[in-house]
């Protein structure tokens, strides 16, 4: 039987409230195959911490939906498992079509604490990964159109952040290549586009984080996970197909100070 299904892959889909989960189900939902990464080590090692079984759980939710869900362990800080995860996906389910750069390292730092380590963590996951990863979706995407690369950034460019800048350096650089990378496989039938979710309920929150976003926010709430894969979703369709090199950012009016 043929496969007509797209076939999609949504990198840092490690925890269940994340917003890799939340676009994996928001695919899913459009008829799409998944093929998602985690990196268990990452998330453990973060105050909010992470289940030992919630890719498998997360597997199971987007099988429910009537499609077919692969997923693998991969340190996006390698320089060889962008090549990896894509011959994995090839394997399991077949040449994909949409590509969603979703994995992130993020370490607080200040101008006393930032060294060459930070910096290049950051980097290696942020920067490298994602160009890396899109190169080799690129050169497997093979349709004369229906290509989609969506990145995820974090509004880098709206307002400073201060105490990230090694994340906002390795960010804005993502913005940077969303653009050219778009000129460079439009010839390909391929769109890139970049998400800014702004502030979201992703599990890593306070009440005190909540409780002071929370006002900045005029429709009275918090960013959800879903916010983001609903226009992740949008922008993978064949409706989006005119849209390309963008940012979109998709931050529900937050007022930045």
């Not at 969603?100 to 006393?112: C, K, R």
């Amino acid at each position: 039987m043929t496969q007509t299904r797209k076939i999609a892959v949504i990198t840092g889909a490690t925890r269940s409230v994340g917003i890799g989960a939340a676009i994996c189900k928001a695919l899913a939902a459009q008829n799409t195959d998944i093929f998602f990464t985690h990196w268990r080590s990452y998330d453990a090692s973060m105050p909010w911490g992470v289940g030992a079984s919630e890719p498998e759980e997360l597997a199971r939710d987007i099988i429910r939906l009537g499609v077919r869900c692969a997923h693998i362990e991969a340190d996006l800080s390698q320089p060889d498992t962008p090549e990896n995860i894509m011959e994995a996906v090839v394997a399991q389910l077949g040449v994909p079509s949409i590509l969603v750069n979703n994995a992130a390292f993020s370490l607080p730092d200040t101008i006393d604490t930032l060294d060459a380590d930070i910096l290049d963590r950051h980097y290696a996951v942020n920067v490298r990964g994602t160009i890396l990863l899109s190169a080799a979706f690129t050169k497997r995407f093979t349709t004369e159109k229906g290509g989609r690369i969506i990145n995820l950034t974090s509004g880098q460019s709206r307002g400073p952040m201060p105490g990230e800048i090694a994340y906002v350096a390795s960010k804005g650089a993502v913005e940077a290549f969303t653009l050219t990378f778009s000129a460079e496989v439009a010839s390909r039938g391929i769109t890139v586009n970049a998400v800014n979710p702004g502030p979201t309920d992703t599990g890593w929150m306070s009440d005190e984080t909540r409780a002071a976003l929370g006002p900045r926010f005029p429709f009275g709430r918090i960013g959800q996970p879903e916010d983001a894969a609903r226009l992740v979703a949008f922008l993978a369709s064949e409706e989006a197909a005119w849209i390309t090199g963008q940012v979109i950012h998709s931050e529900g009016g937050f007022r930045r100070v």
